[in-house]
């Protein structure tokens, strides 16, 4: 706080750029308190150094909580960093999965049976969203070695990918209505909400249906099913 006031009073030289990041880096200033320091030493932030993988506790105690809703939280380039029991029941036991593969668009792109799960136009509109998402990451994390790394991946396994890519969307990531199939309860039309926490720039994402609808009762059916693979039993 004595640091703000000084800057903000005129009193002391002004430090370097290279000086305020190692100071936000020492205090663990947030991105906000961040720009607000490079604004009173007089100089222009540079970029962020890329997405943060630390899920605040808050938010993990509140995906136990949340024990008749799918939800989990992603980072800037949708790797699934938390999720709870009904999102491994919906989407993927990602447990299961090595950490590499734990990536949403990732999954999308690459394997057959993922994308398959969204019905047509949900299937063409995510995955235009999501590589316009990706992009808009890809700017703000410039030097991140991982945002890097998925974008090269990417463009190297799915040529679907590389034309949404040259495309040059930027778009950020909003709630939408899914229609997604799953192999046990069926097709269930969903309120995908996604909600940003700006300080680590990361989103919760929760599905929900109406009480009463089919989907609904789909959920309150894929509960009790959880990850158990009952098809393949039949």
Known sequence: MD????????RGPRPSRQMIAAI???LRLSPDEAAYL????GEVPGPLPGPVRDVRPGLLHLLDRLDDTPAMICDAKYDVLAWNAMAAALIADFSALPPGE?????RFFTDPDVRGRHDADGARRFARESVADL???AARYPRDAGVRQLVDRLLAA???FGDLWAARDVQARRSARKRLRHPVVGWLDLDCEALHDPDRDQWVVLYTAPPGT??????RLLRVVGTQDLAARG
């Open 158 to 160: 799915s040529a679907g």
């Open 3 to 10: 640091y703000y006031i000084r800057l903000e009073q005129g």
């Open 135 to 137: 992009r808009a990451a």
């Open 102 to 106: 734990r990536n949403i668009i990732w």
């Open 24 to 26: 936000c880096r020492a």
């Open 38 to 41: 490079h604004h009173l030493a």
């Open 214 to 219: 089919p989907s609904h009762e789909a959920l």
